[in-house]
Nanobody
Framework: VQLQASGGGLVQAGESPRLSCATS????????MAWYRQVDGKQRELVAS???????NYLDSVKGRFTISRDNAKNTVYVQMNNLKPGDTAVYYC?????????WGQGTLVTVSS
């Protein structure tokens, strides 16, 4: 099982990068997918999730700015992050889960400068 996140880096506040998480080794379409983020010294928090059926949920602080999507043909999940703020700085992780199974990617660092 592999989850490879990409798209992070140093960005300016207000910019709109997109993170991608390419996966392999499991039946992607049967899994709910999510993006988490973590800042040093703090707990990992759920940023956005998308179910197998396409239902989405978001952390309150990113609602209206972030959009999660999935492409089952490409086994990839995305998060479009608009109008980034310095408070969005974190390591972002993609996650695949279903009953009894929980897979994590290696994380990609997003640093937002003001």
């Amino acid at each position: 099982v592999q989850l490879q996140a990409s798209g992070g880096g140093l960005v300016q506040a207000g910019e709109s990068p997109r993170l991608s998480c390419a996966t392999s080794g499991f039946m992607f379409s049967r899994y709910d997918m999510a993006w988490y983020r973590q800042v040093d010294g703090k707990q990992r928090e759920l940023v956005a999730s998308i179910s197998r059926g396409g239902s989405t949920n978001y952390l309150d602080s990113v609602k209206g700015r972030f959009t999660i999507s999935r492409d089952n043909a490409k086994n990839t999940v995305y998060v479009q992050m608009n109008n980034l703020k310095p408070g969005d700085t974190a390591v972002y992780y993609c996650n695949a889960y279903r009953s009894g199974f929980d897979y994590w990617g290696q994380g990609t660092l997003v640093t937002v400068s003001s």
